[in-house]
């Protein structure tokens, strides 16, 4: 059994070298992996913040965008409308101009065809009177080609012309 057991040399002889151990690491390892994992810790957490000032700068980024995309819509809608309202007003413009370009043409065919039925009127009734002044004279020719009923017509004349 003397196996199992440890002995008391051994036991010193391995807590002087675990002392002996822990201060050899105390002074020339523990200061370095403790650095080590110091500048570990502060990348880590400089990583951390400069990731939270990333998604903060984003964040502000995003709403920025979304403004600029609101006053961008807000532009257009302005644009349409003032489109939509000169073109409106254009539309009314020609629309008169047309009117009034219509009205005048029209007024421009009412002279030149009251011009043109007054021309004919003039024409009609010189017409008429040259046929009417060709009938009586036809007339007068036909009625007085004899002596006797020309002297009928002035009888006749003679006493219209007394009675009256």
Not at 25 to 43: C, F, H, Q, T, V
Not at 100 to 127: F, G, M, P, S, V
Not at 138 to 158: C, G
């Amino acid at each position: 059994m003397d196996l199992l057991t440890p002995g008391t040399g051994l036991i010193i002889w391995q807590t002087i070298v675990f002392v002996l151990l822990v201060f050899l690491l105390a002074k020339l390892a523990w200061k370095p992996i403790l650095n080590s994992l110091k500048d570990r810790e502060k990348s880590i957490q400089e990583a951390l913040d400069t990731a939270e000032r990333a998604r903060q700068e984003i964040s502000k980024l995003k709403s920025d965008n979304e403004h600029l995309l609101q006053q961008a819509r807000e532009e257009r809608d302005k644009m349409l409308r003032e489109a939509r309202e000169a073109s409106g007003r254009l539309k009314e413009e020609t629309e008169a101009a047309a009117k009034k370009a219509a009205d005048k043409i029209l007024d421009d065919a009412r002279a030149a065809i009251n011009i043109e039925k007054n021309a004919a009127l003039r024409d009609i009734k010189e017409q008429v009177a040259t046929f009417s002044i060709e009938i009586a004279e036809k007339l007068l020719r036909e009625k007085l080609s004899n002596d006797k009923s020309q002297r009928e017509l002035v009888d006749r004349y003679l006493k219209d012309i007394k009675v009256n």
